[in-house]
Structure formats: C-alpha cells, structure tokens
C-alpha cells in the first residue's frame, strides 16, 4: 500500500516534497510547499491526540492555499513570488489590521514560513544530537527560538505540555521511516539545508514587501 494510502510518515518523501518545491528560477511552487506540509502533518497525527490542536491548524493553512490554488485565480497561486505579486497588486491583504481579506495567501504562508523555521531548528538539533539528548528539549529550545514569538500564552504552554509528550530520540527516529540512526543522520543533512534555503527565499521576498507582520 502506498505511503499516502496508509498515511505513514516518510520522512524521504517530505524531503521530495520540499525539493520539487523549488523552481530553476528560485520560485516555490505552492503546491510541493503545501504538499511537504501535508507529510509532516502525517507524523504529528501518529504523535497522539495532544498535537491535535496543532495538526487542525496546519491543516486548514495548507487547505486555505489549496483553495486558491484551485480557484479561478489558481495560475496566480502557482508560485510563493506570483501569490504574493497577485494579492498586493489586487490589494487582497489585510496589511495593517485584520479587515476584509482575514485568510490571504500572504498572511497564511507567513504562518507555515515562520513554522519552516522551527522545523529547520529542530532538526539541524536533530541531527547533530547525541544518544541520551531528549527530543522534547530540542523541541521546545527550537520553538522558543522561533513560532513561540509569535504564540500568545496559551497556545505556548499547550505546546510545551505536547512537547513533553514527545517519543525518545530512537523511537523518534524509527517514525521517521528512514532506516538506521545513521541514515537518518544522513537524510537530515540534506534535509536541513534544503528547508534553509525554502525558508531564505521566502524571507527575503516577505522583507522586500515588507509583510512581515501580517495580522
Ligand atoms: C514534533 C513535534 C511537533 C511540534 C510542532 C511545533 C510547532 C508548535 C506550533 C503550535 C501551533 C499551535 C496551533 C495554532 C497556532 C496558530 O494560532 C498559529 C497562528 O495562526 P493564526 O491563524 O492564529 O494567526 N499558527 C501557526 O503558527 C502555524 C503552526 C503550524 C505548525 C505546523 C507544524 C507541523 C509539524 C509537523 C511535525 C514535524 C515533525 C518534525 C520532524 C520530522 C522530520 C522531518
């Protein structure tokens, strides 16, 4: 049965994911971005019902940039850069406070973008760990050290709670469906920098027009 019929986690198949999402040009195909979420999503369904709450919003995040993908203004939701060019030349972003436009693409990418980088965080913590560190730790400095910014107090100590809750480092490894320690390792090296440079893309361009804080 395949991967996506039995909803098991791959970790390689996430990896795919994210390289595919990657034009010649540099341009981040939308629907590979939304795709290698929807992989990692399968692992936080198989961590229990505490990340639950967490995996509901990556859902619908992944689901709202679906929907413009597949409406009639789909050809402008290919790419992260021809999304964020559509939506401002059309002012379809509530830039200052929320308005009319409360689910613009900009505004939800920003918030898997921001997630991006706890990933890359807790990862590359991952990768270079050592046998008795504790993933729950790692988990928790990664996402102190980047979404936690942006939570209010509740949603933080709801995630710290699922943090705790978090498989040892070996069993953590094995969801991953990889193969050894050693090989997941390796995957993870390759794996880091390629979210790195998903995630540099898309910061600059947030920066150049400057959509850092949408509401
Ligand atoms: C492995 C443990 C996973 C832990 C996930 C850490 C992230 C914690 C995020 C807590 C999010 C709480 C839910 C709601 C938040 C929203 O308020 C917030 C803002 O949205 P809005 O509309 O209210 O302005 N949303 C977000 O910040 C987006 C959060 C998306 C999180 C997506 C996490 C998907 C995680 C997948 C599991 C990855 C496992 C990594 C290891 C696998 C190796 C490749």
Redesign the pocket.
Known sequence: MADSENQKFC?QE?LESFKSCLSPEKEIYIEHYVSG?RG??K??NS?GSL?G??SK??VS?TQILMNFLKSENGPHYATVQSMVKFELDNELVDVDKKGIYPESGCRTLL??H??LR??QL??ERLRTSKEDDKTSVM?RDA?NES?AQ??PWL?RKS?GV?FYS?PVRLAFFEV?NVGTPEQVVDVLGK?VPLLCEVYQITEELYQKHNLHDLP
């Open positions: 970790l996430v979420w990692l999503v692992l936080l961590l990340f709450f967490i919003d990556a995040k918030r898997l921001r997630a706890w990933l807790f990862l988990c996402y979404l942006h939570h949603i995630a699922a978090l991953m794996a």
